[in-house]
């Protein structure tokens, strides 16, 4: 059984800095790109941020500049680096793994992130 266990999320002021957290499986990880995912109340889920297994990156517009995703492969591990975050940042964040072999995809259960004065 694949487990992506995420932690990370709370509450934070506007213009604060968060960082998530994803720990993978090694098998898995080692055979994924990494993603997360966040679904605010009522919208569909989004794609946030890609890393490939050979580092490269891609973000949704909106958190360009202030969004980091990164990896580390000894530890098994994702991270979500964000700063000036604001209000419509607030959503549950998933992360993902994208199996390129198999283009399976496993997920994680999900961590509240709430921007709020």
């Known amino acids: 059984q694949v487990h992506l266990v995420e932690s990370g999320g709370g509450l934070v002021q506007p213009g604060g800095s968060l960082r998530l957290s994803c720990a993978a499986s090694g098998i898995i990880f080692r055979m994924s790109d990494m993603r997360w995912y966040r679904q605010a109340p009522g919208n569909q889920r989004e794609l946030v941020a890609t890393?490939?297994?050979?580092?490269?990156?891609n973000y949704v517009d909106s958190v360009k500049g202030r969004f980091t995703i990164s990896r580390d492969n000894a530890k098994n591990t994702v991270y979500l680096q964000m700063n000036s975050l604001q209000p419509e940042d607030t959503a549950v964040y998933y992360c993902?793994?994208?199996?390129?072999?198999?283009?399976?995809?496993?997920w994680g259960q999900g961590t509240q992130v709430t921007v709020s004065p």
């Open positions: 890393i490939t297994l050979r580092g490269l990156t």
């Open positions: 993902n793994a994208h199996v390129i072999l198999t283009q399976s995809d496993y």
